[in-house]
Structure formats: structure tokens, C-alpha cells
């Protein structure tokens, strides 16, 4: 009765930080609530389609949660990345294989039926990826709104996007010029707890890695786990074939990432880095040893979700999200 009692209070106590962490954001414009009047129905109506996409293809959480990353990094989070067309965000290499389009051209189908002209692409993808992170038992956030959508979608902007052979330095560089900082760039890495890769993007660690030497094996890789990396992907097979980038728990949002980066089990060499850089690792440690995971993303995403926000008159509210009004 008593261990009840305290998770209820421990509860309560993770929904005032993620409330109060949401309330630090109100000065960029968003807020709790925006909707509330206008449309009151905003977020089950977006939970709800997440839900149905989800049901029948779970792939689709990794990848909304992936598709928001990409969003916020370039251009602020406007929903620029889900503008079709040429020379766009969306034709440019790192963000070929994003994928959960469908989901939010749905959810935006049946909001403009339900509100028409009030919710913004960007506010639509910002609560997906929340609710893509809840159907895979992990932790909920309160997301502000009334982002409005961009105008702006140039693929030559997507250089800046981290990269997975990025150096620890070189990401903190990218997150930091954002208003992100180290332990907000560990916990969201951390999201690669659910997802995939191609093998074309860490294959090199396990057969020609130049850094140390032609035809050389990554030494961060533990080597009782390189037989398995190597049946995964054989060094002359399909370099598109997909490999979850958390061995341990592939569908689940948990730990087990930080897990496998301790134990030299990390699937893209920006990832181990988290462990061979002292800066990261201790983070890491701590997320291993105590500080909760689940709370510490969702204030970082709470965080990152604001980045580069338009409210106001700026921007527009995109009647469909794959084009400019």
C-alpha cells in the first residue's frame, strides 16, 4: 500500500517538472493549452491517428520521432521538412529515409475537418513524436503549442543536421548552437533506443575503418559482439538492410541504448562516442545509475521542441503540410 502511495506522489512529482520544465518555453510563444479554446480536440485527435498508423506498422513511432529531430535542427521546428518538391529538405540526403508522412498528412485531414485553418503542421509533428514515444512505454511530456508553420524548405540547409560520423566535439557544437547542451544532447541521442539503421551507415566500423587503418575493425566495438554485427550485415550484402539501433530492447524506450554503449555494443560510431568521450559518459553513467531517463527526454524535448518556433504573424498555417499555402 505504501509502495503505491509513493509512486503516485513520484508521479504527480514527474508531471510538475515536465509542467514546469513546459512553462520555461512560454517566453518563446508557445504554450500549454493553445488550442484549448479554438480547438479543444487538437491532441486526441493526433493521438488517435499515431494510434491507428501505429497499430498496423509500429515502425511509424521511430520515425516521427526522427522526423522532428530533422524538423527543429534546420529551420526552427515549422514543419518545414514535410514540404514536397525539389531542392527541399526532404530530397536532401539525410533525410531520404524519414518516414511517418502519411501519419500527419492524416492527422491534419481530419483536424482541418474538425477546426480548418487553426492547427499547424509543426504543432501536429511536435505532438506525434510524443505521442510515437508513449506507444513504445515511454515516458509522456506536456508539448506547448502554436508553433506556426515555415515557409522556407532548401535542401542546402540540411548540412548542419548531426551526422553519424560526427566527433563528440562536433555534436556538441551542432546542439549547442541550438540552445542545447550536453545532457540534452545525450537524452535525445538516447532516442535511438527505438529505430533503425541502414547497414551502409555503421558497416564501415566493422571492415574498413580508415581511422585506424584499412580493413580494420573499430577497436570501440566489443569483439564478442562483432560476429553478430557481421551476420547482420555481411561486408559485400544489402547495405540498405534496416538493424535496430538498440540490440537489446529494439521496440521498447528504455535504457538498455546506454546499456549497449557501455558494453562496446553500439551500432553507429556517433553513438559509441557517447562512451569514449569523458564529457558524455558520465551523462550517460548516470542515466544508467539513477537519473531518470524518462524525465530528463522529456524536458529536452520539451527544450528542442521550441527551437527556432514562429508564432505570431509569422509563418502561416499550412492548409496541407506538404505545401506552402
Known amino acids: 500500500m505504501a509502495s503505491g502511495h509513493f509512486s503516485r506522489i513520484l508521479i504527480l512529482f514527474t508531471f510538475l517538472l515536465l509542467a514546469s520544465s513546459a512553462s520555461l518555453v512560454h517566453g518563446q510563444g508557445t504554450r500549454v493549452g493553445f488550442y484549448s ?9 493526433v493521438r488517435s491517428t499515431v494510434q491507428s498508423h501505429f497499430s498496423s506498422d509500429p515502425t511509424v513511432a521511430p520515425g516521427l520521432l526522427r ?11 515549422d514543419a518545414s521538412i514535410l514540404i514536397s518538391g525539389s531542392n527541399t529538405e526532404r530530397t536532401a540526403g539525410p533525410n531520404l529515409l ?5 501519419v500527419i498528412d492524416d492527422a491534419k485531414t ?5 477546426c480548418p485553418g487553426i492547427v499547424s503542421c509543426a504543432d501536429i ?8 514515444v508513449v506507444l513504445t512505454n515511454g515516458p509522456s511530456w506536456v508539448v506547448p ?3 506556426r508553420d515555415g515557409r522556407v524548405s532548401l535542401a542546402s540547409d540540411t548540412a548542419n543536421l548531426p551526422a553519424f560520423t560526427d566527433s563528440i566535439d562536433v555534436q556538441k557544437q551542432k546542439f549547442s548552437a541550438l540552445g542545447l547542451n550536453t545532457q540534452d544532447l545525450v537524452a535525445l541521442v538516447g532516442g535511438h533506443t527505438i529505430g533503425t539503421s541502414a547497414c551502409r551507415f555503421f558497416q564501415y566500423r566493422m571492415y574498413n575503418f580508415t581511422r585506424v587503418g584499412n580493413g580494420a575493425v573499430d577497436p570501440s566495438i566489443d569483439p564478442s559482439f562483432l560476429p553478430q554485427l557481421r551476420a547482420l550485415c555481411p561486408q559485400n550484402g544489402d ?3 534496416r538493424v535496430a539501433l538498440d540490440t537489446g530492447s529494439p521496440n521498447r524506450f528504455d535504457t538498455s541504448y546506454f546499456t549497449n554503449l557501455r558494453n562496446g555494443r553500439g551500432i553507429l560510431e556517433s553513438d559509441q562516442m557517447l562512451w569514449t568521450d569523458a564529457s558524455t559518459k558520465t551523462i550517460v553513467q548516470r542515466f544508467l545509475t539513477g ?23 509569422a509563418g502561416e498555417i499550412r492548409k496541407i503540410c506538404s505545401k506552402i499555402n
Not at 479554446?37 to 485527435?45: D, F, H, K, L, T
Request: glycine residues 8%; hydrophobic residues 45%.
Open 110 to 114: 481530419q483536424l482541418e475537418a474538425a
Open 37 to 45: 479554446a479554438a480547438c479543444p480536440r487538437v491532441e486526441s485527435i
Open 239 to 241: 547495405d540498405s538492410k
Open 145 to 147: 503549442l502554436g508553433r
Open 67 to 77: 522526423m522532428l529531430f530533422h524538423d527543429c535542427f534546420v529551420q526552427g521546428c
Open 291 to 313: 537519473l531518470s531517463f524518462n524525465l530528463e527526454f522529456g524536458k529536452s524535448m520539451i527544450k528542442m521542441s521550441n527551437i527556432g518556433a514562429k508564432i505570431g504573424n
Open 125 to 132: 509533428l511536435a505532438l506525434a513524436a510524443r505521442d510515437s
Open 98 to 102: 524519414l518516414r511517418g508522412y502519411e
